[in-house]
């Protein structure tokens, strides 16, 4: 019991400690005169992974690649399956609005290039190259992009679904945000790794398993939050773009960067299923990106459906 009060104690810790350092950041930068455009494609990104990222460092330190691999093969799936199955119980997503197309592509090409980097067996510094390199033409493109078809009004809105923007906040209450982020996360993640680990040894399943469902899930909170809130103010942009952007950075700057601190070994597991289930998950919005359809109720209600499926698989 005292692991999993543990457990979730150190996720608490992360996501708010995440949000100060996000918060943090990006008024220090527009305080200094850096464009909101450049925050957005930036700091915001890296900033909303940096629990993913920290937790993906911890588990290497502590010997526990599998919650490192599974964190990130786990978000992902979930992602999709529950982040943006629950939210359209509650409210139809209305994607047939938006176009994600090229985005969505993206991600689709990023996953089949992390799959293949998984079947030499390990995640190094060559493959972590790979994928850092991936994410920097990634972020190119969003940055050319955005500028291109920027509005003169756009810069102030592009920070709108972010609270307490403020580019005049005092200096002191900036330090306290950066403070609380910095010291948060590195403890969050010690937490949640050490206490994911005791709590897999005591039910006897694997580190791999724990990270792809427990971490997974709790590491996912945030992009729920934002996805249930973006379907109840029917805004079915932000919410797929929230989910086709989140997955793109998991798989290309979480596993990348954390490749700088060890190699990650890839449990045989998730080339037989996970990774595939990931993939079936990814292809599984083709209907909403390509045709036009809306993410309604049943279709919620089918997605939630073959997650609870997925975790019960694991877990049996």
């Given at each position: 019991m005292t692991a999993w009060l543990l457990s979730g104690l150190g996720l608490v810790i992360l996501l708010l400690a995440g949000d100060a350092l996000v918060r943090g950041a990006v008024n220090l930068s527009l305080r200094l005169g850096v464009p909101a455009l450049i925050v957005s494609l930036t700091i915001v990104a890296f900033g909303t992974s940096a629990p993913e990222l920290l937790i993906a460092i911890s588990a290497i330190k502590e010997n526990a690649p599998g919650i490192a691999l599974g964190n990130v093969v786990g978000s992902n799936t979930a992602n999709i399956l529950l982040v943006l199955g629950l939210p359209a119980l509650l409210a139809t997503l209305h994607t047939s609005e938006c176009d994600s197309?090229?985005?969505?592509?993206?991600?689709?090409?990023?996953?089949?290039?992390?799959?293949?980097?998984?079947?030499?067996?390990?995640?190094?510094?060559?493959?972590?190259?790979?994928?850092?390199?991936?994410?920097?033409?990634?972020?190119?493109?969003?940055?050319?992009?955005?500028?291109?078809?920027?509005?003169?009004?756009?810069?102030?809105?592009?920070?709108e679904g972010l609270e307490e923007v403020d580019p005049d906040m005092p200096y002191w209450k900036l330090s306290i945000y950066l403070i609380l982020g910095l010291i948060g996360l590195p403890m969050g993640a010690h937490l949640l790794v050490d206490n994911a680990t005791v709590i897999a040894k005591?039910?006897?399943?694997?580190?791999?398993?724990?990270?792809?469902?427990?971490?997974?899930?709790?590491?996912?909170?945030?992009?729920?939050?934002?996805?249930?809130?973006?379907?109840?103010?029917?805004?079915?942009?932000?919410?797929?773009?929230?989910?086709?952007?989140?997955?793109?950075?998991?798989?290309?700057?979480?596993?990348?960067?954390?490749?700088?601190?060890?190699?990650?070994?890839?449990?045989?597991?998730?080339?037989?299923?996970?990774?595939?289930?990931?993939?079936g998950a990814s292809l599984l919005l083709v209907p909403f990106v390509f045709f036009k359809q809306d993410i309604t109720r049943i279709w919620g209600m089918v997605l939630t459906l073959l997650y609870v499926v997925y975790v019960a698989i694991l877990l049996a």
């Open positions: 197309r090229k985005n969505y592509v993206f991600m689709l090409i990023a996953s089949v290039l992390f799959i293949a980097l998984a079947f030499f067996g390990v995640f190094n510094l060559i493959s972590g190259a790979v994928l850092l390199t991936a994410l920097a033409l990634v972020l190119w493109n969003a940055f050319r992009e955005a500028k291109a078809h920027r509005k003169a009004c756009a810069d102030d809105d592009e920070l005591y039910y006897g399943v694997s580190e791999t398993v724990i990270g792809l469902t427990l971490v997974a899930v709790g590491t996912s909170l945030p992009e729920l939050a934002t996805t249930v809130m973006a379907a109840l103010r029917r805004q079915a942009d932000v919410a797929l773009g929230n989910v086709i952007g989140s997955n793109m950075f998991n798989l290309l700057a979480i596993i990348g960067i954390a490749t700088l601190f060890g190699r990650i070994p890839v449990d045989p597991e998730f080339l037989y299923f996970d990774l595939w289930v990931m993939l």
